[in-house]
C-alpha cells in the first residue's frame, strides 16, 4: 500500500520560502510521476508541478513557473516543494500524488495516490 505524508507547511509573510516535503513508501517508486496539487478555499484542486521519479524533466503550472521547484532525492524516497516568493495567492493545502504508469500530467484524476495535505497559509 504506498503511503505519502506531507510536512513542511506553515504560516509565512509574502516574498518568504517554504520547502515542502513528500515522504513516499509502500511501493516501487522508479516508475512512478510524482506531483504536487494544491487546492485553496473555495476553488478546485489545482496542478502545482511534477517530475518523473527516475529524473528528468519537470514541469509547472504557469502561476508558479520561476519561483517553485520540485525535486526528489531517491535515496530518502523524498519529494520536495521549494517555494520561494510566495504570494498570498498561493495560500492552500498543498498535495503530493503520485502516478503509477504512463507519463507524468498535470491531471488530478491520472493520479493514484495522494497524501493528507499539508497547510500554507501567505500573509500580506
Known amino acids: 500500500q504506498v503511503q505519502l505524508v506531507e510536512s513542511g507547511g506553515g504560516l509565512v509573510q509574502a516574498g518568504g520560502s517554504l520547502r515542502l516535503s513528500c515522504v513516499a513508501s509502500g511501493g516501487t517508486f522508479i516508475s512512478y510521476a510524482m506531483a504536487w496539487f494544491r487546492q485553496a478555499p473555495g476553488k478546485e484542486r489545482e496542478f502545482v508541478a511534477t517530475?518523473?521519479?527516475?529524473?528528468?524533466?519537470?514541469y509547472y503550472a504557469d502561476s508558479v513557473k520561476g519561483r517553485f521547484s520540485i525535486s526528489r532525492d531517491s535515496t530518502k524516497n523524498t519529494v520536495y516543494l521549494q517555494m520561494n516568493g510566495l504570494k498570498p495567492e498561493d495560500t492552500a493545502v498543498y498535495y503530493c500524488a503520485a502516478k503509477t504508469n504512463g507519463a507524468q500530467v498535470p491531471v488530478e484524476v491520472a493520479y493514484n495516490y495522494w497524501g493528507q495535505g499539508t497547510q500554507v497559509t501567505v500573509s500580506s
Open positions: 517530475i518523473m521519479w527516475s529524473g528528468g524533466r519537470q
